[in-house]
């Protein structure tokens, strides 16, 4: 019963979804008004169906009923709960299920929330929302059901990948979808205002809470996903430029230029159309990150689901959504009239680089990403676009935006001078001729990408200070807090990258128990191998004993699991967090003459990348804090205000 | 089905690559003694693609031919061989699919390229939206 009632919450749910496009397109025809009022409750409804159905997924998981496919295929009664939770989205149909849910909770949400946007416009972009909904709804109602049973159930499921065992699955996907699919709003809203005609700074106010709150889950998302990836596949990479990483770095690259582009929207009334097309654009790359992972079209550590037909469906949904979307544009583009102007060298200007930048890249990417699998469609060549390509196109593209994000945040609005920039960060620029020198004498041989990007790091992380320079630190603006935060977090993920990519140092070894190996500043003995057993799987277990130079003896112990269903091997790293980097240490097979395969690295100041991406999301938090209540305030003023006239 | 039918061509094409019941071979998860060797070596290893995986270098794969890709790597750059002579021997025998690095031709170039369109075009549209501010 409990999927069958899904099944029918998810019906209804899109039924609903008809019915708000329909009673939208109907309310902003002359004469519709009265229907004005019914657009936000069925939106609202729609939102509260769509989780409802996506909670009977969970709980067909929870239960492991084994007569849903699904779950069958995807789960097992030995699969520990927090396995049999997170698995609901470990697999195709369940991850699009919680797309689509994410996509009408968030509806549901402008409905519920969005008190700045003028009438007509929330109408037409809860329709909007509703039509993007619709066929979303069709996709996963005709070509990936969820909740589809089977004639005869089997005894035992085929359980979940062991990869995606991990606590890293409950966090990662959820995070990066919300992110995603919340850039939907974004999209809805420009569709929304070109549709009545009303781009504007109150707009601009209205949107950016929504793109920000995104963006804060997306910058999370991909944060944690990287650092699953480092602890997870047990070679301590932490990025490899795979199309699945590349398909979640394109809409941030978009809701990053976005984020920055609304400001002056919202602050000088500049950047209409731009903005506008770039709302379009960083939704349209959620679609085709959705469309890259889940055809399988791609062949990559995280595509678990092959099968082309519903690669075409989504690929005819992304030309319809997109490609209406630019036309609505390119027709309405025209009447929207360019707002006020601004100097070459001004905070406009700086934010301008800043789009163009992050437009570059975000077009490196892309075509980087895609550019491989036209090749073989059209030639059958196979080519391989990789860290070679990526790091030198879009390497030096990105230290120059970080160089301008130092500068960008000390500049005036409308018009600036480039003397009195240049005195204002003339400090960072002193520590960054500092760090230059001192790299230089003390790591001489150093690559050029991690020199200049230590050497910006130190800069700009000074520079991202110094709006707070002189000024009364309490009553400073939470969202200016929260852009220098947000700036600083920059600043020290590229800092720990820079020196990941500089100094960590590797060894591998086949050692025999009671060796002892060196890995930079610690000694590493292996004292012995002993058999392990967990709740669904077996291991071999090491233990080692590291000591730092003459330090105290600590006990590490890296595992090599091997899960029956299916049969599969995963590394289980063991790493030791210090201050000043991380010890990563990974048990291998064994070579039959009593020797066992060890992988250690010492990886000095890595822990800055993910806690850099953490402050970056902090930091953004902290700004659609301030936002919020900022907006409150306001509102409760004009309301006193009218209550003192009235 | 496909990656299995590449990894059979590839053991039937070079027999010194992989049989599952060996031990893996030296230097497939062991250094090479002289650091700058190794370096140089593992500089190579992160811009080739091992062959039977979804989108791992032969640098940070478990599969066994990336194993016996690192032995080979290692071996050739220890008998002093240069690191692009190496991808380019690779390459001639797997295809452009096993280099990260995509070769520059006349089929990538719309590849190497885009950055620099997309840059020029940028900066366009940025100064022509400027000039035109300043007009009115």
């Not at chain 1, 005869?152 to 995603?180: C, K, R, V």
């Not at chain 1, 583009?333 to 437009?359: C, H, Q």
Request: aromatic share 8%; with cysteine.
């Amino acid at each position: 019963m409990i999927a069958e009632a899904g099944l029918a919450a998810l019906w209804l749910a899109a039924a609903l979804a008809l019915l708000q496009f329909v009673f939208g397109a109907m309310a902003l025809r002359p004469g519709g008004g009265a229907l004005l009022g019914a657009v936000r409750p069925v939106a609202v409804v729609q939102g509260v169906l769509v989780a409802l159905a996506f909670g009977l997924l969970v709980l067909c998981f929870l239960r492991t009923d084994l007569s849903v496919e699904l779950v069958a295929r995807n789960s097992h009664s030995a699969t520990p709960w927090l396995y049999k939770f997170a698995g609901t989205w470990g697999n195709h149909e369940g991850s699009m299920l919680l797309w689509v849910m994410i996509l009408g909770v968030a509806g549901g949400a402008v409905a519920l929330l969005e008190r700045r946007l003028p009438e007509p416009t929330l109408i037409a972009t809860l329709a909007a929302q509703a039509v993007i909904g619709l066929g979303f709804y069709a996709f996963l109602l005709f070509a990936s059901n969820p909740f589809a049973r089977l004639a005869a159930p089997p005894a035992e499921g085929l359980s979940l990948n062991p990869l995606l065992q991990d606590p890293g699955l409950a966090f990662h996907p959820p995070t990066l979808y919300i992110g995603y699919v919340g850039l939907s709003v974004a999209f809805s809203f420009a569709v929304g205002a070109l549709v009545t005609r009303d781009v504007g700074a109150d707009f601009a106010r209205a949107m950016r809470p929504w793109v920000l709150g995104a963006w804060i889950l997306l910058t999370l998302g991909i944060t944690a996903g990287s650092y699953w990836a480092y602890y997870e596949l047990g070679w301590g990479g932490w990025w490899f430029w795979d199309p699945v990483e590349n398909a979640s770095l394109m809409p941030w690259l978009a809701a990053t230029a976005l984020l920055h582009s609304v400001t002056v929207l919202a602050t000088r009334d500049g950047l209409r159309a731009w903005t506008v097309m770039l709302a379009v654009v960083a939704f349209s790359m959620s679609m085709v990150g959705t469309f890259l992972v889940r055809s399988g079209i791609l062949t990559s550590v995280h595509a678990f689901a092959v099968d082309p037909r519903r690669g075409s469906f989504i690929l005819a949904l992304l030309l319809i959504y997109i490609g209406g979307a630019l036309a609505l544009f390119a027709l309405r583009v025209g009447t929207v009239r360019e707002g006020s102007r601004f100097d070459m060298v001004s905070r406009e200007g700086a934010l301008v680089v800043n789009n163009l930048l992050l437009s570059a890249i975000l077009g490196i990417v892309l075509v980087g990403t895609l550019y491989p699998l036209a090749v073989e469609a059209v030639s059958g060549e196979k080519l391989s676009v990789g860290p070679p390509y990526f790091n030198a196109a879009a390497g030096p593209l990105a230290l120059i935006l970080v160089a301008v994000m130092g500068a960008g945040p000390v500049m005036r609005w409308r018009r600036d001078d480039l003397l009195p920039v240049a005195r204002r960060v003339a400090m960072p620029l002193l520590l960054a001729a500092a760090a230059l020198l001192a790299v230089a004498l003390l790591a001489p041989g150093i690559h050029v990408l991690p020199l200049l990007g230590l050497v910006a790091a130190a800069g700009v992380g000074a520079a991202s200070l110094a709006p707070l320079w002189k000024r009364n630190l309490r009553r400073t603006p939470l969202f200016t807090w929260g852009m220098v935060i947000s700036h600083l977090g920059v600043a020290v993920s590229l800092a720990g990258m820079a020196s990941e990519s500089a100094f960590t140092q590797e060894t591998l070894v086949a050692s025999r128990i009671g060796e002892t190996h060196r890995v930079g500043p610690y000694s590493v003995r292996l004292d012995g191998v002993e058999p392990v057993v967990g709740p669904n799987w077996t291991a071999v277990e090491a233990s080692l004993t590291v000591r730092r130079g003459d330090g105290p003896p600590t006990v590490m112990h890296p595992q090599a699991r091997m899960f029956s269903t299916p049969p599969t091997e995963t590394n289980e790293s063991a790493i030791a967090t210090h201050v000043d980097g991380q010890l990563y240490t990974v048990l291998g097979k064994d070579d039959g003459q009593g020797r066992w395969q060890l992988r250690l690295w010492w990886k000095p100041f890595v822990t800055l990348i993910w806690a850099g991406g953490a402050l970056i999301a902090i930091g953004g938090a902290l700004a659609l804090f301030g936002r919020i209540r900022r907006a409150g305030r306001a509102q409760r003023a004009e309301r006193a205000t009218q209550g003192y006239l009235a | 089905m496909k990656r299995a039918l590449i990894a059979l061509a590839l053991i039937a094409a070079a027999p010194a690559l992989a049989d599952s019941s060996l031990p893996p071979a030296a230097l497939a998860n062991t250094q090479l003694p002289d650091p700058k060797q190794e370096a140089a070596a593992k500089a190579l290893m992160v811009t080739l693609r091992c062959l039977v995986c979804q989108g791992q270098s032969i640098a940070d794969s478990d599969a066994e031919i990336a194993g016996d890709m690192r032995a080979l790597v290692r071996r050739r750059i220890q008998a002093g061989e240069k690191p692009e002579d190496i991808r380019q021997w690779l390459i001639a025998r797997y295809g452009n699919w096993v280099s990260y690095a995509p070769p520059v031709e006349p089929v990538t170039w719309p590849l190497w390229g885009a950055p620099i369109l997309l840059l020029v075009a940028g900066t366009v549209i940025a100064r022509g939206s400027l000039k035109r501010r300043r007009r009115t």
